[in-house]
């Protein structure tokens, strides 16, 4: 048997006009996760967060359309506040399994804005890999859409 190679990793990198303090808030408070969080057209029900490693996170999402849900989970492998996370990504419920997957976010303050570099590996095909990358980037477009929207300290 002939297995396939794993697809390279994704990476995406946005800068954000906004603190590091309240970016990496953003990724880390339930509050916070369910006003941004998805692709388009997606909503996040509920978030639980349990922010430090070894404990575990889990978003329930309703999907467009026909308002199906399914879970997002995994469990924080690395918490530097406010320098980086690192966590294991999982569905259920999701159209398309693919496995547990790896993402590190790096959080890096910039002339007072933010920089956000997204790796997300582990996937064993290049279309599931790219289709996350259109989910990230619109997750970081609502973000960015959310802390323009608040008042600048």
Known sequence: MVSSPAADPLMVRRLLRAPLSRVFAAWTTPADLTRWFGPRGWAVAAAAVDLRPGGGYQFQLHLPGDGATMSLRGLYREVAAPSRLSFTWRTEGAPISFGVTLVTVDF???????????????????????????????SLDNLAALLASEPRP
Do not use: M
């Open 108 to 138: 890096a303050a910039k002339d007072g804005h933010t920089e956000v570099r997204i790796t997300h590996g582990g996937f064993k095909l290049p279309e599931i890999r790219d289709g996350h990358g259109e989910a990230w980037n619109a």
